[in-house]
């Protein structure tokens, strides 16, 4: 067994490890057609017509609460958003918790106060939920996890098997402020000014572009192991390469300045409100002026574009003056606990 013998954090990093968890535990024993495709929701058919999305996603982010954000907003727009990039409307949402008994009420109250809030802003309702509660010292303050159900809109993207040569990757907004936001808040770092995440429900500005936009090919969220991960499982996944233009990669100054103090490639932090779109060229520019005429996609850029076939699937990356470098899958854990 290539995993090895233990669990280790890297198993839950969103790279290599976690993918080769998945091939040689889960899916041997679970796979089915939905599930096998591991999207971010899964698609099932309705028996009286149009198609469900289905998601969950656990929250273990620490610190509890982060600047621009707190692990109540992340567990909702994680999985509204998972539902979003889908092409799903998000339709009602569940939330269980996991409570280390010793946890301050007042803490509890502010993370639900922060569901309310998210919730309301996405315009979906938390329609059921869990609570359990264990001994102080078997959890660390409080675990959150959300599902999801949406309903599959008539234009929402045919997914990686659509994927053609040629095809515009676009990003909707700069990259790693969620990492970055969660790193320096863990570690008191003295940043002059707060670095904040971009945690935020995409429902809206994802609904906006596939109303505009009736070619979109496929959408992702990068969330663990950021905009690395998310293509180069597009890559594998559709068996292309991808060729990034550096310079075109959107990345906020104080992001970049905090990734470079703090030793990280931007490429591989998480983000909380950002989404990859493909589409055709053809329409990318169309595309990229619907994204910025909303808030949520302002910084909205054309990053890249799809190679061609490819065996195992490639990213690679323009640096400019002719250099290349490969944009690697990640392996181990960068940053654990950041969702
Ligand atoms: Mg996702």
């Not at 992340?74 to 998000?90: E, S």
């Not at 106060?113 to 919730?119: N, T």
Request: charged letters at 15%; one cysteine or more; a negative charge.
């Amino acid at each position: 067994m290539i995993t090895g013998p233990q669990i280790t954090l890297a198993h839950g990093g969103g790279g290599t490890m976690m993918q080769d968890f998945l091939h040689d535990v889960v899916l041997p024993r679970l796979h089915n057609p939905a599930l096998d495709d591991l999207a971010d929701a899964a698609v099932l058919a309705c028996p009286h017509g149009g198609e469900l999305a289905f998601t969950t996603d656990s929250f273990v982010v620490q610190p509890l609460f982060f600047p621009g954000g707190d692990i109540g907003h992340l567990a909702v727009c994680g999985t509204v958003n998972d539902l979003a990039v889908m092409g799903a409307k998000p339709a009602a949402l569940s939330l269980a918790c996991i409570l280390e008994s010793g946890v301050p009420m007042d803490v509890v109250a502010r993370v639900m106060d922060s569901v309310k809030a998210s919730a309301a802003d996405a315009g979906v309702p938390v329609v059921t939920g869990d609570t359990k509660v264990v001994e102080k010292g078997q959890a660390d303050q409080m675990y959150l996890t959300t599902s999801g159900v949406g309903w599959r809109l008539p234009h929402a993207p045919a997914g990686w098997r659509s994927v053609q040569k040629g095809d515009a990757v676009m990003v909707s907004g700069s990259i790693g402020h969620h990492g970055v936001a969660v790193l320096a808040a863990r570690a008191a770092l003295p940043f002059t000014t707060p670095l904040s995440s971009d945690c935020a429900p995409l429902n809206g500005i994802v609904g906006l572009l596939l109303e505009a936009e009736r070619e979109v090919r496929w959408m992702r969220d990068p969330t663990r192991g950021g905009l690395a991960a998310a293509l180069n499982e597009l890559a594998v996944q559709a068996g292309v390469g991808i060729e990034l233009d550096a310079a075109a990669v959107p990345l906020a100054d104080d992001v970049k300045g905090a990734a470079e103090m703090l030793g990280l490639d931007p490429l591989y932090l998480a983000n909380e409100g950002r989404f990859v779109v493909v589409c055709p060229a053809s329409r990318a520019d169309k595309a990229i002026a619907v994204l910025r005429s909303h808030p949520l996609g302002r910084g909205a850029a054309r990053i890249g574009t799809v190679t061609g076939p490819m065996p195992r699937g490639r990213v690679v990356m323009n640096t400019g003056f002719g250099g290349t470098r490969i944009v690697d899958m990640p392996s181990g854990e960068q940053l654990p606990r950041i969702c």
